[in-house]
């Protein structure tokens, strides 16, 4: 067990829904990172969050958003979404942010998009 | 082209093998490098963390960087049925750089009993 939690397990919804996604990262951890991981383009790092901030934005589509809460758990809300979006999606959370911190991931939740 | 290349697998092995899972990369500002291990509807857990070029080992696990190759490769030594899982690669660059982390696809490793 990482310590980092993620709910839900599993969603399912229908296209053009919006859901949002939590993580409440280990604790004593500031930095949070959300990823994307799908069959065909593997795990793709999204965006970073640091004690509230924006840190880096990675290949995040303009429909999707997220923002960390001052007791640092995290949110991913995803809008309009498409079929292409089912994916499982991870958080992960570091102490600082640095680059070589290590990064611990979260169970995932698995979003199905019918 | 990916920035990370690595097989897909799946490979399957012996127990008592010694396995040699590989990723090569584009990015030459690449300097950390890591193996991450997946289970089956799990998250990645990291198993080695290792900077710049050379050799590290972690009990029956060695990681070993060639940056002058653009190559990089886990040994696992006398695997276990436990080992069977996907392997995944990243690596990022230095601390002045983005702190993304940029994953290889995964090797899926099946150690047979």
């Known amino acids: 067990d990482s310590g980092v939690t993620q709910t839900p397990k599993h969603l399912i919804t229908a296209t053009g829904q919006r859901v949002t996604l939590r993580c409440s990262p280990r604790?004593?951890?500031?930095?949070v990172y959300w990823y994307q991981q799908s069959l065909d383009q593997g795990l793709q790092f999204l965006i970073q969050y640091y004690n509230g901030e924006e840190r880096a934005k990675g290949n995040i589509l303009e429909r999707f958003s997220a923002q960390q809460f001052p007791d640092l758990h995290s949110e991913l809300n995803l809008s309009s979404l498409e079929l292409g979006d089912s994916a499982l999606y991870f958080c992960a959370s570091s102490v600082d942010g640095r680059a070589t911190e290590t990064q611990y991931f979260g169970p995932g939740t698995r979003l199905l998009v019918l | 082209q990916k920035e990370v290349e690595q097989d897909p697998g799946p490979l399957s092995v012996p127990e008592g093998a010694i396995v040699s899972l590989n990723c090569t990369y584009s990015n030459s500002a690449f300097q950390y490098f890591m193996w991450y291990r997946q289970y089956s509807r799990k998250g990645p857990e990291l198993l080695m963390y290792t900077y710049s070029s050379g050799n590290k080992e972690d009990g029956r696990f060695t990681a070993q960087v060639d940056k002058s190759s653009k190559y990089i490769s886990l040994f696992i030594r006398d695997s276990q049925p436990s080992d069977s899982a996907t392997y995944l690669c990243a690596m990022r660059g230095g601390m002045d750089s983005s702190y993304k982390l940029i994953f290889g696809s995964g090797t899926r490793l099946l150690v047979r009993p």
């Open positions: 604790s004593g951890d500031l930095s």
